[in-house]
């Protein structure tokens, strides 16, 4: 008798630290993703913000919603006709409120040491106190590891793993002397809440990495007033995800800036969109056999589509050059 007693003792408590800490959660999410006051950027960091791949996607959302918070902007990307025409649009929408400056720097182009001299030539002078390390390259479509072209699969090394490294060495110099800073890695959900991902093995790789030295530097430099973070997205409706429709699982980038600016300053790693959040705890309740199964079948059919196309415009090129 008295042994079932205490296996009932033992199941309520268990029962009762199970609900404290379901209940604990769902406090924390709402507090976290609706309630908690966003830092003010200006006062905690300086004026300036610069943003890597800023003329498109994510990248541009977020300059033009860090332009709203009243930074002055410094754009970075490698195409100097659509940097002209951002920066001209922030112009237009914001007038003399915020100033803004572009440098043109392909990351897939440029030595390490020249990446680290264009930004510090770009920011010279200037009170840079947040980075948005957000340019980021993925595959034309997914493949095997051994069907990728190895050109692409270092530029995206580059773009995703140097140009980002090289920025952020370059940019936390300044950052020390004026004791303040934030710095925003852009991951993935990809690489994230999957435990591997097929057919984006090198994309997801890159995010993995870029989610591990975040919560690396992170520990280097919080005692020195500079906040790290890595942002996880899922999707988000830019031309990255092309064809692929999430509906109200992808918002668009201005949607997901809005979750995003509230995030800069707190938690090392972070998924701003509630939404994602929420996927999120859906994948991770499943037993992995099914989200592993689920992407590899989408990915398979997407490689399987696109090598079609690509396959009739080889044909279609040949017959128009030897009708
Ligand atoms: N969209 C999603 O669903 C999603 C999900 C998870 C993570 N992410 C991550 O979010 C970030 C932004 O993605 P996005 O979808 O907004 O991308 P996007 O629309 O394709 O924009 C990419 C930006 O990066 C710049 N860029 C590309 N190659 C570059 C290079 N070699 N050197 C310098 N800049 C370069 C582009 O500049 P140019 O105009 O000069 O080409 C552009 O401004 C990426 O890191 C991506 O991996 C996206």
Redesign the pocket.
Known sequence: MELMDLMFEMAALLGLISLSRLIFGAVNFVWVMFLRKPKDLVKCYGTWALV????????RAMAFQLASKGLSLILL???PS?LESTSQELAEKFGNKVAVKCIV????KLKKDEIVKAVQEGIQGLDVGILIN?????YDFPKFIHEADPQMVESLLN?NIG?LTWTTMAVLRSMLKRKRGAIVN?G??TAHVMPGCALLAAYCASKAYIEYFSKSVTLEFKAHGIDIQCQI????E????GAIKAGWLSPS?ETWSKASIRWIGYEAVCIPYWVHYMETIVFRTMPILIPNGYTLRGRLLLRKQRMEEKHAMELDVRDKKDP
Do not use: E, M
Request: proline share 6%; glycine share 18%.
């Open positions: 890597t791949g800023a003329t498109d996607g994510i990248g990307a490698r195409n659509k720097a392909d990351f897939d957000n340019a980021g390259v993925i773009v140009g852009v993935s959900g997205p899922l999707l988000v830019t031309k990255t995800i980038p």
